[in-house]
């Protein structure tokens, strides 16, 4: 692992603006609703999709690198009595506490996001009732270093029953060998037969964030795969999307998303 290249991302994400990244990847017109072909509901549909199956469920389920976003953990919280969050930055550890206590006016409005998951779930849930199930259930918003072999030090008591973590392992990655070592780093987190739901970028090598300018790992499909695989995952599903290019408008040079769902061999 390069640890030079570690330095230097964590030196960059200094620089991170919250506000700006929701602003940049999703708010109108980038996040569309108005059809499943829109990347933003195809993320939403994976993960309801995967949550569906009722295979994946548990006591606890850890967020890896959650930012400042929730859309991620939406149909996660009918099948986990706890939800932990964590973020490398305490600015986004923050957004999501405000959120939860639901003090902040300005706060981020994710309601078409949770309109969007109920209607998809198709169990009439109104999105209200959603909302407020996720913030009873996100109980913890731990700091986390995904570089570290105990990625959240001693602040987890026993492994988790599923993970999932969106836009994260790339996006803090210098290279290859990092992407991976971070990969096996928050596996410890999972236990044997649990597990990953990730969704990511694909071919990235850069992103905008307010005054900071992120460097990201591009990866390909078949490195994700290799990694999983390299990680002692089997592999359950595998999508990805394809970004048109009225989506390329300069704050990122993404090609496309992955949806990956895979277990953790016991
Ligand atoms: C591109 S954002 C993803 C945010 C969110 N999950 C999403 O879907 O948009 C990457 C996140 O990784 C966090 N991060 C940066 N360095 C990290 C590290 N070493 N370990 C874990 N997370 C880190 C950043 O603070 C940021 O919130
Ligand atoms: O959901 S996305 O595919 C998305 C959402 C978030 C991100 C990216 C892409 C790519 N850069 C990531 C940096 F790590 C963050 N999307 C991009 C097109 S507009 C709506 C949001």
Not at 32 to 38: K, T, W
Not at 66 to 71: A, E, K, M, V
Not at 192 to 203: C, S, V, W
Request: glycine share 6%.
């Amino acid at each position: 692992m390069s640890t030079t290249g570690v330095s230097a991302v964590a030196q960059s994400y200094q620089m991170f603006n919250p506000r700006a990244y929701l602003q940049n990847n999703y708010m109108p017109p980038r996040a569309n609703f108005a059809s499943e072909d829109f990347v933003v509901p195809w993320k939403l549909r994976c993960l309801a999709d995967a949550f569906a199956t009722g295979e994946v469920c548990g006591h606890t389920l850890i967020d890896i690198g959650t930012g400042p976003t929730i859309y991620q953990l939406l149909s996660a919280c009918d099948f986990f009595e706890e939800i932990v969050a964590t973020d490398y930055l305490e600015v986004n550890r923050d957004v999501i506490h405000s959120w939860v206590r639901g003090e902040d006016p300005c706060a981020f409005d994710w309601s078409p996001y949770i309109q969007h998951v109920c209607r998809i779930e198709g169990k009439g849930e109104p999105w209200k009732e959603k909302e407020q199930k996720l913030k009873k259930k996100l109980k913890k918003i731990f700091p986390i270093d995904v570089h570290q072999h105990n990625p959240l030090g001693s602040l987890l008591s026993q492994p988790a029953d599923a993970l999932v973590s969106s836009f994260c392992l790339e996006a803090v990655s210098p290279d290859r060998q990092s992407f991976d070592q971070a990969l096996q780093n928050v596996t410890t987190l999972l236990k044997p037969g649990g597990h990953f739901l990730m969704i990511g970028a694909l071919e990235e090598s850069f992103y905008l964030a307010g005054e900071a300018k992120l460097q990201v790992v591009p990866v390909s499909e078949r490195d994700v795969q290799e990694a999983f695989a390299k990680s002692g995952y089997c592999i359950r599903n595998f999508r990805s999307y394809t970004m048109p290019p009225s989506l390329k408008i300069g704050v990122d040079d993404v090609q496309g998303v992955f949806f990956i769902h895979a277990q953790k061999s016991t």
